[in-house]
């Protein structure tokens, strides 16, 4: 079925079926909800304002992941450098305790999703987007290839690579991974 | 022989292809150390799974933000919002630069079209000032100044006016006094 972006059925439909992908895969590249939503929304404006047409919704995916996953790297690069400056604010604030659903969450599962977003950090960044978007946004490979722009074959060889490399930096606490 | 690791990586994705894949579960079911290399792998994917968000979170976020792109793209007579009006991001260093490129265009501007009085004209016709360079002349001119005289004929000068007017070296003394 074809997809105008301006068209309001063809955008709910859409929207109905990307938006948790989409957020989930900012979500684990920014590790921020506030600005996971704010990158998803962006996107959805951006697909709204191109009044493009796609051939299927798959390919409108695609599309929508590929943009807000831009934009998620973009705003990681972006506060990476101005870091320095948001860190000095930060000291100069008092800490306050991490606030609402997230807090709370990191308390009852603090050590292991800590441990896992250091391994995830850790990975070179061609295998941490593959990983993101199989872990995260189950994509299957095919999917993963056109967002990426890589073939399948290259797709299968990074998720095993990339699990490997998790593996080896999560074993160091076997009562995780058993 | 037992199973490579990203065969089985890829049976686990659900994306093995026959006839691999029935050779693959033939041999897990009688390989025990292949089905507890599987289940290790299964074991990752759940200890990624422990940093997802909530699932009502995940609801709450999408219904928000479903509402507010309803309200600025789909209201009943509602407009496509303006370029004024959306969102624009810029980082520190495309905004200095942005800024360079505006204080360029106008000086530039004004190095261009600001002197010749026939293109301000045609820039903004009510306006015109009346000042290029064949009307403006300088004020002083090398030829006026002192420097065009010698000090022999500002000293005769002043002389002739009636100035007295003594002039030695600082430091140098006349020979004999």
Redesign the interface.
């Given at each position: 079925m074809e997809i105008r972006s301006?068209d309001?059925e063809g955008?709910r439909l859409v929207?109905g079926k990307c938006?948790?992908v989409l957020?989930?895969i900012c979500?684990?590249i920014t590790y921020d909800?506030d600005v996971a939503?704010d990158l998803?929304?962006?996107a959805?404006?951006r697909f709204?304002?191109k009044n493009m047409g796609f051939p299927s919704e798959d390919d409108a995916k695609y599309w929508l992941i590929r943009v807000a996953k831009n934009l998620a790297l973009n705003h990681v690069r972006?506060s990476k450098?101005?870091g320095a400056m948001v860190d000095k604010v930060k000291a100069a604030a008092v800490t306050k305790p991490s606030a609402g659903?997230d807090g709370e969450?990191l308390l009852m599962?603090g050590e292991?999703?800590k441990e896992?977003?250091a391994a995830?950090k850790a990975l070179p960044e061609n295998l941490r987007m593959v990983?993101i978007l199989?872990?995260?946004g189950h994509l299957?490979?095919k999917a993963i290839g056109r967002v990426l722009g890589i073939s399948e074959g290259n797709v299968?060889?990074r998720?095993?690579r990339a699990?490997?490399k998790?593996?080896e930096s999560?074993s160091g606490d076997e009562g995780?991974?058993? | 022989m037992c199973i490579d690791e990203a065969l089985l990586s890829t049976y686990l994705d659900g994306e093995l292809k026959e006839p691999y894949k029935s050779q693959t579960e033939e041999h897990l079911s009688h390989c025990a150390a292949c089905r507890a290399r599987l289940e290790k792998l299964k074991a990752l994917g759940q200890l990624l799974e422990a940093d997802s968000i909530d699932e009502v979170e995940l609801s709450r976020a999408k219904e928000k933000t479903a509402g507010i792109l309803e309200g600025k793209f789909f209201v009943e007579g509602g407009k496509k919002p303006s370029f004024l009006r959306r969102r624009i991001e810029m980082g520190l260093g495309s905004m200095v630069t942005a800024a360079a490129g505006l204080v360029v265009v106008f000086i530039g501007g004004f190095v261009l079209f600001g002197s010749s009085r026939a293109q301000t004209s045609e820039i903004i016709p009510s306006y015109t000032v009346n000042a290029d360079s064949a009307n403006v002349h300088f004020v002083s001119s090398p030829q006026q100044g002192l420097d065009a005289y010698s000090l022999e004929e500002i000293l005769s000068y002043l002389d002739s006016r009636g100035y007295n007017v003594d002039i030695s070296l600082k430091g140098v003394q006349p020979i004999g006094q």
């Open positions: 301006t309001r955008f929207y938006y948790p957020v989930k979500y684990h909800m939503e998803v929304q962006e959805f404006e709204y304002l972006r450098r101005e659903h969450r599962e292991t999703v896992v977003r995830i990983i199989k872990e995260y299957d490979y299968k060889i998720v095993h699990r490997k998790l593996e999560l995780y991974v058993y | -």
